[in-house]
Each structure stands twice: as structure tokens, then as C-alpha cells.
């Protein structure tokens, strides 16, 4: 019996894991210095780009974390795939559904998670880009002073 | 958020790219076997050494990993060979898939001619049909008859090659005024007969050679090249010479080829063998 939520569309979302290869190629450098981009602009100690596997999540480019994966059942990004919004949990201590995660309570030390599915075509979310803190925070527009100007031509809501 | 949102995006975009780009280099890798396939193997070469009085040795670097240079020997009679060099305009895949046509095209007439001037004629004519205005093939062919002691020459637009008659002379230069293979249906391409004795070699080489790096800061010039090959140790056989040059073009670690690079070095090492290997002329 699996202790994380799985996507209705769990086969077909594994078979795009599948066919994206990311198992062959190891961590990412490009990845990983967007990572880096995000952990700035957001004023985090961690970010990572975490790929949702049957049993694991694998970070395909991370910074602040010293592992390279985790069991999916204590992966916050397990849950950051089941819709296309944004998960965010600003207090893991209060959240009874991460109050008791290893990560949570444990190293790292994870309080806070904002985790932004990946999706590389309608529906099918194959991991999560996440910032992750070591203390409770909001995640707001506020929080980020470097918004996309609202004239950029960037709309989030169609990618 | 929306900014995370973006690089989201971005790395969705990322990881497509990997996968991508693991496709693309299986697909690069199969396409060079399959060119390096075109080659003559070490097997063939083999075969016809032990039946001729040649020493054989070659390098083939194509710059994207493959590319429009080529090489070929074929036995085109007791004690015959007929060698070749090709060099397609471009680089890459479109290159790639002319030197495939052109093998073919090029196992197909050898065998119903055997020359190199009718050869080269016949390729010629069958390039001119295929190929688009802007690509053409520099080609250098060469018949050596070791029984006759003759070498018979033919070249469309390729560099001056080297040769020497005999371990007595020094390196000259081969070259003849034509034009490359695929512009002019009708050009009247032209065979030479030149002696080839005991100690005689042939060096053929596409112009990736001496132009690498690009000229004027060239390494191996025409000129360079064959004073290189006059003072080299005349015991060294066709492979130590050959690894000597290509050491010298990059001695330097930072010397970068920006064309496909082929070097064929055929050595006339003495005695006619009695055997015959099978031909097909």
C-alpha cells in the first residue's frame, strides 16, 4: 500500500519519464544553475529539479541538498504533480500531512516548499521545480522582487 | 512564483534538450559506423597487401564525425590496384549522404572500367545528374600496376598529391588543371602514366591536410608537407609515417581541424608477390 498520492494518468506520465531518458544522462549542470537562478530570486537555502519516478524522486539539478534522491513517499514534489498549479506549504510543522516527514523532521530541515509542476504536455506532470526553505515563509508575488515585468510577454497560464 | 513559473518552462525545455540530444548523438554514433563501414576495413587491406608489394596506411577524420571525405583501394587485376581520394563540398549529414552515393556510384563503374580516366569520366557524368548546383567532389584516383612498375593517374580538382618513383628520388608534386566531379558533364578528364619502382610511394590526401588550421596559419602547407615526407626516415612504413604526420599537424593540443581531414600513404614496398587475390575486372 503506497503512502503518496499517484496521478490517474500514473502510466502515462511514466512512459514520458521513459522516453525523456533522464536516468541516462545524470544530474543536469544546466539544471542545476537554474536552480541556483531560482534559489536567488526567491531567497532559499535549496532549490531542486526533482523527476517523480514509480518508487523515487531523482533530482535532475539541485542546490543545498547533498543527496541525489529520495523515496517518493517523503517527497513533497509527489504531491506538487497531481494538479498544474503551484504547491506551496509554507509551515511543514503545522501541516499534518508533512508534520511527521523524515525531510521535515530531519535533514533537511524542510518548514517551507514551493514546488511548481513540470509539464511537458497537457496533464502529464513529470516532476516539480521547488524552492525550499529551512524556516516558515510565504511565497508571494511580494516575496520576489523580480517579477517578469507585466509587459514581457510571459503569461504563466499558457505556456 | 511566476518567475519560478518561467523557469519551470525553462526547465521543461532543459530536459527535452537532454533527451534530444541522447538521441541525436545514437543516431550520429550508428551513422559513423556506418560511414567508417565504407572504408576499406583492415581485413580487405590486409587481404591485398599480402598479395601486392604495397604498405597501406591511412587517417580519416571528419570533422562532425562524419562527413564528405572517402578513400578506397580495389584490385583491379593481377597485381593491379586502383587507389582513390574524394572530397565533397560541406560538412556533415548532407556531405555524409553524398560520399555514401558516391561509394556506390564508384564500386559500381570501377568494375567496367578499371582506369582512372574512364573513371573518373563515367563519375562525372553520374554526379552531374544527382547533385544540386553548389556541390561537387574533388576526386584523386591512381592505378598501380606492379608488374608494369607504372602508376596511372587522373585527378578532378583535387590538391596536388605526392609521389615519389622510387626510394632513389625525392617527393614531387602530382597535380593536373581540372575540374572538380559534378560541374561540367563533358569535361575531358585526363590520365597520366608516371613510373612507380621498388621504395615508390603515393601520399593522397584531401585539403582538411594543409589547411588545418585555417591558412595562412596552415601547418602542413603543400610545401611542408613534402619536405616533411623527404626527410623522413626512409625505413619508416606507411603506418609510422603516417602517425608521424598526423602527430605533427597536432602537436599543439589546441589544434583544431575545421574540415574533414584524409591522409592515404601507399608505399611500393619491392617484389611482386606470385599469388593473385581475386578481382573482378
Not at chain 2, 115 to 123: A, V
Request: hydrophobic fraction near 40%.
Amino acid at each position: 500500500m503506497t503512502s503518496f498520492p499517484i496521478p490517474s494518468n500514473e502510466r502515462e506520465r511514466l512512459k514520458e519519464l521513459r522516453r525523456l531518458r533522464f536516468d541516462e544522462w545524470g544530474a543536469s549542470a544546466a539544471l542545476s544553475e537554474l536552480c541556483a537562478i531560482a534559489a536567488k530570486l526567491l531567497g532559499t537555502s535549496i532549490s531542486h529539479v526533482s523527476l517523480v519516478d514509480e518508487n523515487e524522486q531523482i533530482f535532475g539539478g539541485q542546490v543545498g541538498l547533498d543527496v541525489d534522491r529520495t523515496a517518493r513517499e517523503v517527497a513533497f514534489c509527489a504531491h506538487t504533480i497531481m494538479t498544474s498549479k503551484p504547491f506551496v506549504v509554507e509551515n511543514a510543522d503545522s501541516d499534518p500531512r508533512f508534520s511527521l516527514n523524515p525531510l521535515v523532521t530531519d535533514k533537511p530541515g524542510i518548514k517551507s516548499y514551493l514546488g511548481i509542476p513540470l509539464e511537458t504536455s497537457p496533464g502529464i506532470r513529470i516532476g516539480a521545480l521547488c524552492a525550499v526553505d529551512r524556516k516558515p515563509r510565504s511565497f508571494s508575488e511580494n516575496d520576489n522582487p523580480y517579477s517578469p515585468r507585466p509587459d514581457c510577454g510571459f503569461n504563466p497560464q499558457q505556456p | 512564483m511566476t518567475t519560478l513559473i518561467a523557469l519551470g518552462q525553462i526547465a521543461v525545455s532543459i530536459l527535452n534538450s537532454h533527451s534530444m540530444s541522447l538521441e541525436l548523438d545514437e543516431q550520429l554514433a550508428g551513422a559513423i559506423a556506418l560511414q567508417n563501414d565504407m572504408l576499406p576495413s583492415e581485413a580487405r587491406i590486409a587481404q591485398i597487401q599480402a598479395h601486392c608489394p604495397l604498405d597501406l596506411s591511412s587517417y580519416c577524420n571528419q570533422r562532425d564525425g562524419i562527413g564528405g571525405d572517402i578513400w578506397g583501394i580495389e584490385v583491379t587485376g593481377p597485381q593491379r590496384v586502383m587507389i582513390y581520394i574524394a572530397d565533397f563540398t560541406g560538412h556533415g549529414v548532407a556531405a555524409a549522404l553524398n560520399a555514401a552515393r558516391f561509394h556506390s556510384f564508384v564500386h559500381m563503374i570501377w568494375q567496367r572500367t578499371g582506369r582512372p580516366e574512364p573513371l573518373l569520366r563515367k563519375l562525372n557524368q553520374r554526379l552531374c545528374e544527382v547533385l544540386p548546383t553548389g556541390q561537387f567532389a574533388t576526386m584523386f584516383c591512381a592505378t598501380i600496376d606492379f608488374v608494369m612498375e607504372t602508376m596511372e593517374y587522373a585527378s578532378a580538382g583535387a590538391p596536388p598529391q605526392l609521389y615519389r618513383a622510387s626510394s632513389q628520388h625525392p617527393f614531387e608534386v602530382i597535380s593536373q588543371s581540372s575540374l572538380p566531379l559534378g560541374i561540367l558533364r563533358d569535361f575531358p578528364y585526363e590520365s597520366k602514366a608516371i613510373p612507380f619502382h621498388a621504395g615508390g610511394a603515393l601520399i593522397l590526401y584531401t585539403d582538411g591536410l594543409v589547411e588545418t588550421p585555417k591558412p595562412p596559419k596552415s601547418i602542413l602547407t603543400a610545401d611542408r608537407l613534402r619536405e616533411f615526407l623527404d626527410k623522413a626516415d626512409q625505413n619508416k612504413d606507411a603506418d609510422q609515417l603516417c602517425q608521424s604526420l598526423v602527430g605533427r599537424l597536432f602537436a599543439e593540443p589546441k589544434t583544431k581541424a575545421f574540415d574533414d581531414v584524409t591522409l592515404v600513404i601507399a608505399k611500393h614496398t619491392g617484389s611482386v608477390r606470385e599469388s593473385i587475390i581475386d578481382y573482378e575486372v
